[in-house]
């Protein structure tokens, strides 16, 4: 069963199902592809129903870590590791160091970091166990929180396909619609604000929207189901997933779809009908690549410059698939997985497998053969 799950999911390199009784760890590894690199992917912790559920939703991810980092250009695999168990109740030190030493004896093919139901103290009690994990605090050495990162990779993207779509090089004046003022989307306001952008926002939080209404009075508030009906250049989606879909993609009044959300198109068939309706659409996982980079350099020694200057790629990256999507007439979704794959099988030609921090061969070996002589 899970090897043909495993199959209709990714034909992943390794699926790790981890168990330790005495800490009450339930989790699942899942190491997609490590042609390019290690394989970093967030750590979930969820109540899944079932140990299905569990095993298709790391299988999705760390399959979309790998497009991920090979369509930022970055030299990482794909990968992802979930917890069965419910964050609010089940989360104990021991739960976490325990799976830290599974990650470390994976000697670096997988290195995790914070998602969903997992937090910055998690991330510290796994580095009790193991080297191979990133979104450790500041003070630890880590990078600390990514949002800001991924918002400044999304107005990257943003402006990226302004200068495509409309040839203009500034969002100055220019009307914007963001859906949900989180983490991203809320660093995203005040970057857009300050560049002088129209900034409609929506969120399903009222106190949030107040907050922000009185730290930046111009912005306008919209409805949570006006807020993709609005007329405006750039539609940026910060909250949810699928918003793509049958139901909303007749009513979308912008020229532009970039925003921070995951799986922002609910199918490629959507992807496809953007691009018929002339609207260009920044592929999500290329644009919000900002928190990946920004671990990423944490794995190099952090700075906080170097991951500035490293998340400003976010529009060349994006530039470039425009541009492979104008050359060949596809949707530009498809110009990014066709970048991501073939960036992927032009490096398997010189390794195809990452197989972590190698061990002297053998050399236990070696020594019961001194031993004996
Ligand atoms: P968040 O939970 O901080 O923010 C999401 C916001 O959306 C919340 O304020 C929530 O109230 C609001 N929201 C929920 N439903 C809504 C609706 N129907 N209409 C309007 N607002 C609604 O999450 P985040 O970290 O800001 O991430 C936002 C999206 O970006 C997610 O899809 C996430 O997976 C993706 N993403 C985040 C990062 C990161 O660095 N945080 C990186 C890559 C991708």
Do not use: W
């Not at 990714?10 to 590894?29: P, R, S, Y």
């Not at 250009?73 to 030493?101: M, W, Y």
């Not at 920044?282 to 944490?298: K, T």
């Amino acid at each position: 069963m899970s090897f043909e799950l495993i199959k209709k999911h990714g034909d992943h390199e390794e699926v790790l199902f981890v168990n330790n009784k005495k800490t009450g760890l339930k989790a699942i590894i899942a190491i997609h592809n490590t042609a390019l690199g290690p394989a970093l992917g967030g750590l979930r912790m969820v109540d899944y129903k079932t140990e299905e559920e569990a095993l298709i939703d790391v299988l999705r991810l760390s399959k979309g870590m790998t497009y991920k980092a090979a369509a930022s250009g970055l030299n990482l695999g794909g990968g992802k590791a979930v917890i069965i168990g419910d964050p609010k109740k089940h989360k104990t030190e021991a739960l976490f160091r325990s799976l830290g030493a599974f990650i470390n004896s994976l000697q670096g093919r997988y290195i995790t970091a914070e998602d969903v139901g997992t937090t910055v103290q998690d991330m510290e009690h796994i580095f009790m166990e193991t080297p191979y994990v990133t979104g450790i605090s500041r003070a630890l050495g880590g990078s600390g929180n990514p949002s800001p990162h991924t918002a400044q990779g999304v107005f990257m993207g943003i402006k990226a396909a302004i200068e495509m779509q409309l040839q203009e090089d500034s969002v100055k004046d220019m009307r914007i619609a963001v859906q949900g003022a989180g983490s991203v989307g809320g660093h995203l306001l005040e970057i857009l604000y300050k560049e002088g952008a129209k900034v409609f926002i929506s969120d399903i939080d009222t106190e949030k929207l107040k907050t922000l209404k009185e730290k930046y009075p111009n912005i306008t508030i919209v409805d949570p189901k006006e807020i993709l009906k609005t007329p405006c250049e750039v539609l940026a989606p910060c909250a949810l997933g699928a918003v793509i879909n049958d139901e909303t993609l007749p009513y979308l009044q912008c020229k532009v779809v970039a925003g921070a959300a995951n799986n922002q198109l609910e199918s490629f068939k959507h992807g496809v009908q953007l691009h018929d309706r002339g609207i260009l659409y920044a592929p999500d996982y290329v644009i919000n690549s900002g928190g990946l980079i920004n671990v990423f350099v944490e794995l190099e020694g952090y700075s906080y410059e170097r991951a500035s200057e490293k998340t400003a790629q976010v529009y060349d990256n994006t530039k470039a698939i425009f541009s492979l999507a104008k050359e060949k007439s596809i949707p530009s979704h498809q110009a990014a997985l066709d970048f991501a794959e073939n960036r992927i099988k032009s490096i398997s030609a010189i390794r195809e497998t990452y197989h972590g921090r190698l061990l002297r061969p053998f050399s236990h070996l070696i020594g019961m053969k001194n031993r004996q002589k």
